[in-house]
């Protein structure tokens, strides 16, 4: 059975994220907030459906747009880590 957990780094990033967005849209922040905790769900059916990053090999590192955001995650055995998430206008 496959399973979601999100790591430290991706916890940071949601909450900078509703932190900058709630003081120009509360609403708004909350409903990207609970978009965002959603989507992995639908990795745990397809957990190869994002593009694969060749950078990080050997791990599985992949990675699916989420409306204007990237959300980045890495198989490993039977768990799908969220490793890092942000806008896409964010320089990275």
Do not use: C
């Amino acid at each position: 059975m496959i399973r979601v957990e999100w790591t430290g780094d991706a916890l940071s990033d949601l909450t900078r994220l509703h932190s900058f967005l709630a003081p120009l849209n509360p609403r708004a922040a909350a409903q990207i907030v609970r978009s965002l905790t959603a989507a992995p769900s639908r990795l745990l059916e397809h957990p190869r459906i994002g593009e694969k990053l060749e950078e990080f090999e050997p791990r599985e590192v992949r990675r699916i747009l989420v409306g204007n955001y990237e959300m980045r995650y890495e198989i490993r055995r039977s768990t799908i880590y969220i490793v890092r998430l942000w806008h896409t206008r964010e320089e990275r």
